[in-house]
């Protein structure tokens, strides 16, 4: 059975960091590319970052290009997201989920089959 478990969100001021890990159980890692998700307040759920079954492909939105890094560890069977130089407007629930590919996309920020876990808020406040 696969299972994500989002941790390492929490309380962070203007320009501080925090690492983000999505924990994967009941399939090995390489078997899926991946994306990181986000939810604020009464908007819809936003693609962040994905990144291919090799790790060797990744996208980011535009908000965050340069601030966030999208990684992989198949020995601990993680995904992370380093998030650095945190600004307000990325407070929200972060999720992480196996992502759609194609024959030109080895990743995409739109969600396969499953549904969202319980997140991890990231809250970044002065």
């Known amino acids: 059975q696969l299972q994500l478990v989002e941790s390492g969100g929490g309380l962070v001021q203007p320009g501080g960091s925090l690492r983000l890990s999505c924990a994967a159980s009941?399939?090995?890692?390489?078997?899926?590319?991946f994306g990181w998700f986000r939810q604020a307040p009464g908007k819809d759920h936003e693609g962040v970052s994905c990144?291919?079954?090799?790790?060797?492909?990744?996208k980011y939105t535009d908000s965050v290009k340069g601030r966030f890094t999208i990684a992989r560890d198949y020995a601990k069977n993680t995904v992370y997201l380093q998030m650095n130089g945190l600004k307000p407007e990325d407070t929200a629930v972060y999720y992480c989920?196996?992502?759609?590919?194609?024959?030109?996309?080895?990743?995409?920020?739109?969600?396969?089959?499953?549904?969202w876990g319980q997140g991890t808020q990231v809250t970044v406040s002065a």
């Open positions: 989920r196996t992502v759609v590919t194609t024959g030109f996309q080895m990743c995409t920020m739109t969600p396969s089959s499953g549904s």
């Open positions: 990144i291919s079954k090799s790790g060797g492909t990744t």
């Open positions: 009941g399939f090995t890692l390489d078997r899926y590319a």
